[in-house]
């Protein structure tokens, strides 16, 4: 059963093959985020086998907006600012190549449009990003809608590039992880996983049909209190070693195919078929096609 591709713009479709200001002086990066399927983070200055259950992960900087553009204070309520949703999503869409429908889509199910809503495991705002990734992206507030719409739709755009853009596994991923994902060969068998993504795609479809502009007033007095944020376990090394010791998860369902990629990712599935440029990958409920130039081995 094949997915339908998510839409993207194609002026930007090739645009994010490595994050920006990653690129050293001799074109590679000088530092690489690998994530543990556990959530852990793995930072180091080489590339390493880490084995199966780490995800080469990197992200760049996000871009700021000019306040004045998106933002304006509301008139007799002088602790309370109006943001331009609609400019904030068109503007870091167009500049990942992703539809504004479905970044509007996953703001809807991750926070329902509250841009102080905190999860038990501690992703912040309308996005939901864990802490460890807005660091990484220069995010200096997540409760900042614009600043957590750039992390957000930078995330997102790469997970779409990490499966292909591939919606159902690119959603799985936003929800439970790339590394899950990649260890189940599909979407994971997680309860919250199965039910977010055809709520997103079924909001990604209302909103293109029809999307009215949305604007989001924010009260600053409500923002919530560093002391009452749920503490996030991170681990953050350079020049590692040794591969952390994570909780453990449900085992993974027996592999027939493992196929290694060029960049560092692994990828499972039940079998494989070879088709012009690549092969198709088959997984538990679907299929994703890989390009040769991709593959480093099949096993």
Same mark, same amino acid.
């Given at each position: ?18 994050? /920006? ?56 309520? !002088? $602790? ?9 999503? /068109? ?32 992703? /912040? ?10 660091? &990484? ?7 900042? !809608? $614009? ?10 755009? /790469?997970?779409? &590039? ?42 990604? $479809? ?26 996030? $376990? ?6 590692? &070693?040794?591969?952390?010791?994570? !909780?453990?998860?449900?085992?993974? !369902? ?46």
């Amino acid at each position: 059963m094949a997915r339908a591709p998510v839409e993207i713009q194609p002026s930007n479709e090739k645009k994010r093959r490595l994050p /920006r200001y990653l690129y050293g002086e001799n074109g590679k990066p000088p530092i690489y985020v690998y994530q543990h399927t556990s959530g852990l983070l793995l930072l180091t200055s080489k590339v390493k086998d880490v084995g199966p259950d780490y995800v080469l992960l990197n992200f760049e900087p996000i871009k700021k907006i000019t306040k004045t553009q998106v933002v304006r204070k509301v008139k007799n309520e !002088p $602790e309370v600012e109006e943001f331009d949703l609609e400019e904030i999503i /068109r503007f870091y869409s167009k500049d990942y190549g992703l539809h504004p429908a479905l970044v509007k889509a996953v703001i809807k199910c991750e926070s329902d449009f509250d841009p102080f809503a905190v999860s038990h495991c501690g992703a /912040r705002g309308l996005m939901q990003l864990m802490p460890m990734t807005a660091m &990484e992206m220069q995010v200096q507030d997540s409760f900042d !809608p $614009e600043q957590n719409i750039g992390g957000g739709v930078q995330y997102l755009a /790469r997970m779409l &590039e990490l499966f292909n853009n591939d919606l159902e596994l690119a959603l799985a991923a936003y929800n439970a992880g790339p590394g899950s994902v990649l260890k189940y060969g599909g979407i994971p068998p997680f309860k919250e996983t199965r039910a977010y993504v055809p709520k997103v795609i079924s909001y990604y $479809e209302r909103y293109k049909r029809n999307s009215k502009p949305v604007t989001l007033k924010v009260a600053l007095k409500k923002k919530p209190a560093a002391d009452f944020l749920p503490e996030v $376990e991170v681990v953050e090394m350079v020049e590692v &070693e040794t591969v952390v010791a994570s !909780p453990p998860l449900p085992p993974p !369902p027996a592999d027939k195919v493992i196929v290694v990629l060029k960049n560092g990712n692994t990828m499972r599935g039940n079998s494989y078929e070879k088709i012009e440029n690549g092969i198709r990958l088959i997984l538990e409920n679907g299929w994703v096609d890989i390009k040769s130039e991709h593959i480093t081995k099949i096993s």
